[in-house]
């Protein structure tokens, strides 16, 4: 059974920082692209960040830039979003994602999901 598993989310207050995991089982992700979503309250679901298989390409959201950075392990299978200067914007359930092709950013190039982990900041 494939499997996606995020953890490190939280509670943090405004200009904190926190760092996500996704760790991966039930088969490898080595040659797929990786990404990050959220979706906050009332509103859609959107891309954060991705990282290409070899991690020589990132997007990252203009909303992010700057503050967030994707990282992947591709030995644990895992990828990462560490997350600094956080505004209660931020808050969300973040979910992470796994594509075997297609644009970085287009939601619907995504094959897997995890089932999110809750992100609050607090001003």
């Known amino acids: 059974q494939v499997q996606l598993v995020e953890s490190g989310g939280g509670l943090v207050q405004a200009g904190g920082s926190l760092r996500l995991s996704c760790a991966a089982s039930?088969?490898?992700?080595?040659?797929?692209?990786r990404a990050w979503f959220r979706q906050a309250p009332g509103k859609e679901r959107d891309i954060v960040a991705a990282?290409?298989?070899?991690?020589?390409?990132?997007y990252y959201a203009d909303s992010v830039k700057g503050r967030f950075t994707i990282s992947r392990d591709n030995a644990k299978n895992t990828i990462y979003l560490q997350m600094n200067s956080l505004k209660p914007e931020d808050t969300a359930v973040y979910y992470c994602?796994?594509?075997?092709?297609?644009?970085?950013?287009?939601?619907?190039?995504?094959?897997?999901w995890g089932q999110g982990t809750q992100v609050t900041v607090s001003s």
């Open positions: 990282i290409t298989w070899n991690a020589d390409s990132t």
């Open positions: 994602a796994a594509a075997s092709g297609g644009y970085l950013s287009r939601q619907r190039s995504y094959d897997y």
């Open positions: 039930g088969r490898t992700f080595s040659t797929y692209a």
